[in-house]
Every structure is written in C-alpha cells, then in structure tokens.
C-alpha cells in the first residue's frame, strides 16, 4: 500500500472515525437541511432497534403477568435495571423521585453502550465510508446532552414550580452586588453541564478510535521508509498492541456508558435536591 500515491495517512484515521461526507447512501436535503443517510444514521437505526428489540423482549413477561419469575433475557434485564436504580438512581436522585426519571437514565445507559460496542465491529468496512462509531460523533453526544439539559430543567420545575426552580440557583441571603456576578455563574454552570457530558463521551471514543488505527498503520509506514523487512516486525508488535487495546476499549465502551447515565442523575438530582 503506497501512501504516497493514494491519500495521506491522516485522512485514513479521519476516514475511520468520522462521519464521512463523501460516503452517502441517500442524499436528502429538508428546507435546507442535510438530512442524508450515512453510515452514522444507519448505525443509529440499528442501535435503536436492537434497544426497542431487547426491552420488548426482555419485559414480554412481565406484560403479561406482573408477579412473573424473570427467567433468559428477562433475568438479565431485570438484573440491569437493579443495577441501575440502586447504584444510579437511588443515591443520586432519590427512591421517591427516581422512578420517574429510571427510564430516562437506563435508555442513556443502553443506548450509550450499545453505539460504543457496535462501534467496536468493523461491520461497515465491507459496505461503504469505513467504521466508526456514533458517540463518537459530536453532533450525537450533543443531542443526548440537550436531553439531559431539558430534563434538568423539567425536573426542577416539577419538584419546586418554575419560578422557584430560577430562585433555587441564588442562594438565599445574598447582597445584591453579588448577583451581579453570581447570576452569570450559575447560568454559565448550567450550559457547562451538557457541554462537558458531550466532550467527555465523544472525546473518549474517538481517542480510542484514533489510537488503533493510528496503531495499525505504523506498518504502512514503516514500509515506505524503512523496508518490508522491518515493517513485517511492527506488524506483529501492531497487531498485539492492537488486540490489548480492544479489550480495554470494551471497559471504556462501558465505563462512558455508565459515567454518561451517572452524571445525568447527577445533574437531575441537584435540581431537585436544591438543599444539598
């Protein structure tokens, strides 16, 4: 493979963890909008159906009857969304409030997981515009954050009324002259929030994604200058370096999905727990 005479190898890594423009399955434009299918929306299909699959099927009994024993995937689902309540929910927003807000945070958490590991399967390298992976892709992680943003808002509103909700974010007993500085910070708090669950999350899994492929292509490289020779070693070397690097990409693939749903509970529970 000549470098040289196809394309630079920073437009390969780019190829791989970006959503590529050149790469369209259906051009489709609304009032202005590009709204074409990519791989990234195709993945997005696909990882909202696999949720809507495994939810379906994994409560099928329990529609049926509510007192059901969980038994196969209803077990692990069960098992799940334990996990979630108790070690999310729970301390964060509370047993009485948190049942609300359960299926906000567990559908993050599922659909969250879900992108990182398909994103992990190179299964579009043999289709059209390389892997990649959609929490990787900023425009997505923004759209999960603007929900947890508005659930922010929504749920302080519930708890405390609208205007309270507004008042909650001064501390009382201030002197006036400190508003003046106070008020901006709070509000540049807020519009920090999302910003920070949209960098965290795509920042990692595009990093990660980087990484290895950056990894794989030393070979490549190394041919040009260096001789097949040489490159045949770090070839191995890539290839072993690469297949550690899959195994704790799996626990990052979990730990963003898990960082992402806490730190939304978080965000939740400090709009209603306005005391602490």
């Known amino acids: 493979m000549n470098l040289h005479n196809t394309t630079s190898f920073g437009d390969i890594v780019l190829h791989h963890v970006t959503n590529d423009s050149n790469h369209v399955y ?49 077990s692990l689902f069960e098992i799940l969304i334990d996990f979630i309540k108790k070690n999310i929910i729970d301390p964060n927003i509370g047993k009485k409030e948190g049942k609300a807000w359960l299926p906000l945070i567990t559908t993050f958490f599922l659909f ?51 205007f309270q909700y507004w008042k909650n974010m001064v501390p009382s007993n201030v002197p006036k002259p400190v508003l003046i500085i106070l008020i901006p910070i709070e509000i540049i708090g807020m519009v920090v929030k999302p910003i920070a669950l949209t960098l965290r999350l795509g920042a990692n899994m595009t990093a990660g994604h980087i990484g290895m492929v950056a990894i794989f292509g030393l070979p490549f490289l190394l ?48 709009a209603i727990h306005t005391e602490h």
């Open 26 to 74: 259906y051009p489709f434009h609304l009032f202005g909008i590009d709204l074409s299918i990519t791989k990234h929306i195709i993945m997005l299909w696909i990882v909202c159906g696999f949720i809507i699959t495994l939810s379906l099927w994994g409560t099928r009994r329990y529609r049926k009857n509510i007192k059901a024993t969980p038994k196969g995937l209803s």
């Open 223 to 270: 041919t040009e200058t260096l001789g097949p020779g040489l490159a045949f070693g770090s070839g191995f070397i890539s290839v072993s370096l690469n297949t550690a690097i899959f195994f704790l990409e799996i626990i990052v693939c979990l730990v963003q999905a898990y960082v992402f749903a806490l730190l939304s509970a978080v965000f939740i529970g400090m």
């Open 112 to 162: 969250i997981v879900s992108a990182n590991l398909l994103g992990m399967i190179p299964i579009f390298e043999f289709i059209k515009g390389g892997s990649a992976t959609i929490t990787g892709n900023f425009a997505v992680t923004l759209a999960l954050a603007t929900i947890t943003f508005f659930s922010i808002i929504i749920a302080g509103t519930i708890k405390h009324g609208f």
